[in-house]
């Protein structure tokens, strides 16, 4: 097979989301959660990509744990706002719906805010946010998730990786998009490093000893049994201010359940009190500012813009290239990759020929 190889983006979003309708995805919900993936890919961010698209999505469908139906329920509809409840149905269905619907109240009411409860893995948060900023509107998501982080001072997973991330609208080619967790570290590039063979940067996952950990596989292990934790930003302890991604990921952690009223911590951990898998239960939210409802989108874009190209054109440090603004580099390298493809590594390219004989569905790849 090779190690790595570069599929067409148009074979693999068709291969995608025949294989979403396959396990019982609506045709329409499919091509959604087929192109949050691909839009990981595009980016860079293969941990979120096709990466996932077996060991999160359809393995857990086949579990029973995420349905492939998503029966949307609007709790709470106003002028500004929304809340709605996903039903354990797929949360990047859910998340697409909610971004529509907020992104034409922000255009009326220059703001909008929404939460989801009882939702699923919603594929990269960038996704989200990116909708609002090319519309000229600005995007903010954060999610709640599996239990990962160890606040400040202990060992033990309390919080998920709680990305909390913004899409500002510029007048360059590509948005300022600040997607990351906050964590040093999260648990999907955990599980690429294990799928890739490769150990976790040390200092990034500890213990309930208090101990360094960076063997992948096991780390992974540790995590659902409660016995391993992430580090925040920052690291543990306050010497180098980790109670600061401690706080952020709290502030998501809050966000994502008590606007919804949904569950958080402990009560998302995949698992029930028997040790069974167990629906998740996540929650989202998510903010869409119209900077018309300001200064103007244009006095907005270009500001963002001059901030951005003042930061890059900065002194640089001594043996860097070139400095970067946050979004850059997913940009560059969807340039890179417009051409050449996905790059699937031989563990996903194994996982895409098993989905394929399993649905049986009429592909055939190159790398095989």
């Keep these: ?27 329409e919900d499919a091509k959604i959660c087929a192109d949050v993936l691909l839009e990981s890919d595009r980016r860079g961010i293969e941990s979120h ?5 077996k060991p999160i999505y359809i393995d857990r469908i086949k579990k029973g744990t995420l349905l492939p139906v998503t029966e949307i329920e609007i709790i709470k509809d106003t002028p500004t706002t929304v809340v709605m409840d996903a039903h354990d149905g797929m949360g990047m269905v859910a998340s697409y719906k909610m971004m529509e619907m907020l992104i034409d109240k922000a255009k009326k009411y220059g703001m909008a805010g ?7 893995h919603y594929g990269i948060a960038g996704y989200w946010a990116t909708m609002a900023s090319k519309e000229g509107l600005i995007g903010i998501t954060g999610t709640n998730a599996r239990p990962s982080i160890a606040p400040t001072f202990g060992v033990e997973n309390m919080m998920g990786t709680n990305p909390l991330t913004f899409a500002l609208p510029t007048d360059e080619e590509f948005p300022f998009c600040l997607d990351c967790a906050t964590s040093i570290v999260q648990r999907g590039r955990i599980e690429y490093y294990a799928r890739e063979g490769k150990p976790t940067p040390a200092g990034t996952v500890i213990s309930e000893k208090g101990e360094a950990m960076t063997d992948s596989e096991e780390i992974l292990k540790a995590l659902v049994d409660g016995t391993a934790a992430l580090a925040p930003l920052g ?9 600061k991604g401690y706080g952020y990921a709290a502030v998501v952690e809050i966000l994502s359940a008590a606007l919804t009223g949904g569950r958080f911590m402990k009560a998302l951990s995949g698992v029930d009190e028997n040790g069974k898998p167990s629906m998740y239960h996540l929650g989202h939210f998510f903010f869409v500012v119209d900077p018309d409802a300001f200064c103007g989108r244009e006095v907005f874009r270009q500001t963002a813009g001059e901030i951005c190209r003042a930061l890059r054109a900065s002194k640089k440090a001594p043996g860097s290239e070139r ?3 946050a979004g850059e580099k997913e940009y560059l390298v969807w340039l890179e990759r417009k051409e050449k493809g996905v790059p699937l590594s ?3 390219q194994k ?18």
């Design 346 to 348: 031989s563990s996903v």
């Design 323 to 325: 400095i970067y603004t």
């Design 235 to 243: 690291g543990m302890g306050e010497e180098l201010a980790g109670y």
């Design 351 to 368: 996982d895409m020929i098993g989905v394929r004989d399993d649905l049986k569905l009429p592909y055939h790849f190159d790398f095989e």
């Design 1 to 27: 097979m090779g190690d790595r190889f570069y599929c067409s983006w148009d074979l693999m979003n068709s291969f995608l989301t025949d294989a979403f309708r396959g396990y019982g995805v609506p045709e």
């Design 49 to 53: 990509g096709c990466n996932r698209f």
């Design 114 to 120: 929404g939460a989801i409860r009882n939702s699923t």
